[in-house]
């Protein structure tokens, strides 16, 4: 072979290790938003199965399991939910696990560790709470340390996993907004110290009186996990509006260089009118054009994800 062959065949291997650069880069960029499948809480006939989390455009699976199906009893824990999970996201190409720990009323959250409870849920600055959530996150942690992509932050929850809190919440004896600023940055440091190396997604809330004290406990939670923090609404539809109070707090962040990731309000399919459209990619195109990292989609509209 001569010199000449030689410098054709090392300037087409360059073009082409450019050109494979190029390709990869434009499929990060275009690709950077996935789509998680979110597994319903309790059994259900409409669970993520195979099939659906097989789908190429699906890429990853978030379990959500209530606290007291996993910890009913001081001390007693049950994973196997969790293991059942991790199980099918390994046979379904090994794609990744987000874990979230709904806490908060409709029995949600155990009630063995006493403590004061208002609207059916533990106050969220009730030290007996917070000292149990930290306890079942240390002991997550031992088992499952690092095989999750994600951990949300929950705990001082009134609804499952959000920072809504109970209406008239404030009204309650002892209540503060140090003390609910304080207390999220607890259960946030629980988590962190159990899962290092996770993402740790938090679902926002406007709502009175957290709109009072969103702000605060974003900025502490950030001086605690860094850039582990994705800030997250979980009301994602087809006309979900840009000015919207709840997605301009999100936008507000992303400027300051904090990750941002939503959760659909509801099926597209079983529920158009509220979803403002039939077609899930209606919604999901909101989350991508707003920067999410992530969105969490019904198993009913992951079929319609392209």
């Not at 709470?129 to 996150?137: I, V």
């Not at 109970?166 to 009204?171: E, G, S, T, Y």
């Not at 403002?276 to 969105?295: L, T």
Request: proline share 7%; aromatic share 8%; hydrophobic share 40%.
């Amino acid at each position: 072979m001569t010199n000449l062959q030689r410098f054709k065949l090392l300037r087409i291997a360059l073009l082409l290790c450019g050109a494979a650069i190029v390709l990869i880069c434009a499929s990060i960029s275009w690709g950077q938003t996935l789509n998680f499948a979110l597994k319903p809480g309790q059994p259900t006939s409409r669970d993520v199965s195979d099939a659906l989390l097989k789908l190429p455009t699906v890429s990853g699976l978030t379990i959500r399991v209530p606290w007291f199906a996993i910890n009913s009893r001081p001390g007693v824990y049950d994973f196997s939910v969790i293991d059942r999970c991790l199980a099918q996201s390994q046979r379904c190409g090994h794609k990744p696990v987000k874990l979230i720990v709904q806490t908060g009323r409709d029995g949600l959250s155990p009630n063995w560790f006493g403590g004061q409870t208002y609207q059916g849920a533990p106050i969220p600055w009730s030290p007996e709470m917070l000292a149990a959530h930290a306890q079942l996150m240390n002991e997550l942690g031992r088992k499952y340390r690092y095989r999750f992509y994600a951990v949300h932050i929950t705990g001082p929850t009134h609804p499952s996993a959000e920072m809504h809190p109970a209406p008239n919440l404030d009204r309650v004896r002892g209540y503060s907004d140090a003390k609910m600023i304080q207390a999220w940055a607890t259960a946030a440091q629980s988590v962190a110290a159990a899962f290092p190396d996770a993402a740790l997604p938090l679902s926002i809330s406007v709502k009175k009186p957290a709109n009072r004290y969103v702000d605060a406990t974003i900025s502490k939670i950030r001086t605690i996990v860094g850039s582990r923090l994705i800030l997250q609404h979980n009301a994602l539809q087809a006309d979900t509006s840009v000015t919207a109070p709840h997605h301009q707090l999100l936008m507000k962040y992303r400027q300051l260089g904090v990750r941002v990731a939503f959760e659909m309000a509801c099926s597209a399919a079983d529920y158009p009118v509220r979803f403002g459209s039939a077609d899930v990619m209606d919604g999901v195109r909101v989350g991508r054009n707003s920067g999410a990292e992530f969105i969490d989609v019904y198993p009913p509209d992951l079929r319609g994800l392209k």
